[in-house]
């Protein structure tokens, strides 16, 4: 199967910065894709940021010009960093993957457990 683990989360002030990591491994022949979610308390989980057909990076209209999206295809793993962050950004980050797990088209979907992102004023 495959596992998903991400990092990086944690407490910090209005304003700073964070970067977060999303790391999956197992059986993967091929990532299809790797896209950051959040949850605040209360709210529905909402698309952070996800890579489009061409490569390129798209991003939640709240987090444009502040989050960027990058990743290390070596090493199967997806980073988010999180610049002027707000107190709106408090959530819990999760990240989901999409793999194949062989040639012949077998597909695996899941999550990671998630890391907490709190942001003070």
């Known amino acids: 199967q495959v596992q998903v683990v991400e990092s990086g989360g944690g407490l910090v002030q209005a304003g700073g910065s964070l970067r977060l990591s999303c790391a999956a491994s197992?059986?993967?022949?091929?990532?299809?894709?790797m896209d950051w979610y959040r949850q605040a308390p209360g709210n529905e989980r909402e698309l952070v940021a996800s890579f489009t057909g061409d490569g390129s990076a798209d991003y939640a209209q709240s987090v444009k010009g502040r989050f960027t999206l990058s990743r290390d295809g070596a090493k199967n793993t997806v980073y988010l960093q999180m610049n002027n962050l707000k107190p709106e950004d408090t959530g819990l980050y999760s990240c989901?993957?999409?793999?194949?797990?062989?040639?012949?088209?077998?597909?695996?979907?899941?999550w990671g457990q998630g890391t907490q992102v709190t942001v003070s004023s």
């Open positions: 197992g059986r993967i022949f091929s990532i299809n894709s």
């Open positions: 989901n993957v999409e793999v194949k797990m062989s040639s012949d088209g077998a597909t695996w979907n899941g």
